[in-house]
């Protein structure tokens, strides 16, 4: 079973200027409190497409119940998200990197120009490959997945 998600944001500004926010908040991730833990491995471009591998940890987000049951290290993520500039899509993919079978994370962000404002859609599906708890964890890291996003959208809105 996977666990997927839809959400849809409206920005009170133009796309250009809230895909130049969206570039902004990554300068400097010690800044906003939902980034801190996250460190960009490499950025490099593809044509028109902008490729970023970053790498982030989820282990704090899961219940202490559910804890000894998860491999060590296994909520150590690395995602590689390649957003085209052209289309403005950005297509992302999370995985446990010792075993990507056993976690993954797929996503395709929309940013849709409106004029005087601007909309972003996602949609996130969450699979967890493990015995008795998948579940548990896939609802876990979609939570906290949807969280992160409401997070990104309340910083991108500072930004602008």
Do not use: C, W
Request: avoid cysteine; aromatic fraction near 8%.
């Amino acid at each position: 079973m996977a666990q997927t998600f839809k959400l849809v944001q409206v920005f009170p500004a133009s796309l250009e200027k809230v895909l130049a926010a969206r570039e902004r908040r990554f300068e400097d991730l010690s800044k906003l409190e939902n980034l801190k833990g996250q460190q960009i491995l490499s950025q490099t471009h593809e044509g028109t497409v902008k490729i970023t591998k970053r790498a982030f940890s989820l282990a704090d987000k899961i219940p202490d119940a559910i804890k000894p049951m998860v491999p060590a290290g296994f909520l150590n993520l690395e995602e590689t998200a390649r957003f085209d500039e052209a289309t403005k899509i950005n297509r992302f993919e999370v995985t446990y990197a010792q075993n990507p079978d056993r976690l993954k994370i797929n996503g395709v962000t929309k940013y849709i120009d409106e004029g005087a404002t601007s909309r972003r859609e996602y949609e996130i599906t969450v699979k967890v490959n493990m015995a008795l708890i998948g579940g548990i964890l896939e609802n876990q890291i979609a939570s906290s997945f949807k969280k992160g996003i409401e997070k990104d959208y309340d910083n991108i809105k500072e930004i602008l």
